[in-house]
T-cell receptor, first 112, second 113 residues
């Protein structure tokens, strides 16, 4: 079974802090994704990566950046956290473009 | 118009009934369609995927795709209380760098004993 591991289940940070959300997958998948999920808005794509050191903006990249130095690891970075970034963050991976996504357990981030 | 649209619900059905969940999408170039189930506080889990027009059955679940109408649906037969969850429709959007899944906002299903 594919395992996608997110480093934290719950995280509380202060406004202005730099925040790192880490995601690791163990199935050698090419593609990795970061989504955020908010009530009434569903899952929205922040960034994705189709190869090491490659990244593409999703639909809501503002205020975020990403890093993919190794194939198995995809990090989401909040350069200066704000309260409107309080959300559930979901990492996912897939082997190719038409494949289903495999999700991690999610990180619930609260910015105070 | 949203790229992927679902009725948010809640959709309430009695135990043993058929639950019908619907989804429309705007990109005619989409080729891959997915249904995920998400229990409260959990991450989405894949139920089914469908690539071709018509029906695809897996146990109590049937996915239906009509590309001409840009419509995909999920039928759950013999609904059980354990099916109560939010169901997410996802459609692949293709760009220069491969595909990415775009999700609808989800339909909340409640199955009453």
């Amino acid at each position: 079974d594919v395992k996608v591991t997110q480093s934290s289940r719950y995280l509380v940070k202060r406004t202005g802090e730099k925040v790192f959300l880490e995601c690791v997958q163990d199935m050698d998948h090419e593609n990795m994704f970061w989504y955020r999920q908010d009530p009434g808005l569903g899952l929205r794509l922040i960034y994705f990566s189709y190869d090491v050191k490659m990244k593409e903006k999703g639909d809501i990249p503002e205020g975020y950046s990403v890093s993919r130095e190794k194939k198995e690891r995809f990090s989401l970075i909040l350069e200066s956290a704000s309260t409107n970034q309080t959300s559930m963050y979901l990492c996912a991976s897939s082997p190719q473009a038409d494949s289903p996504l495999h999700f991690g357990n999610g990180t619930r981030l609260t910015v105070t | 118009q949203k790229e992927v649209e679902q009725n948010s619900g809640p959709l309430s059905v009695p135990e043993g009934a058929i639950a019908s969940l619907n989804c429309t999408y705007s990109d005619r170039g989409s080729q891959s369609f997915f249904w995920y189930r998400q229990y409260s506080g959990k991450s989405p889990e894949l139920i089914m995927f469908i690539y071709s027009n018509g029906d695809k059955e897996d146990g109590r679940f049937t996915a239906q795709l009509n590309k001409a109408s840009q419509y995909v649906s999920l039928l759950i037969r013999d609904s059980q209380p354990s099916d109560s969850a939010t169901y997410l429709c996802a459609v692949n959007r293709y760009g220069n760098q491969g595909g990415k899944l775009i999700f609808g906002q989800g339909t909340e299903l409640s199955v009453k004993p």
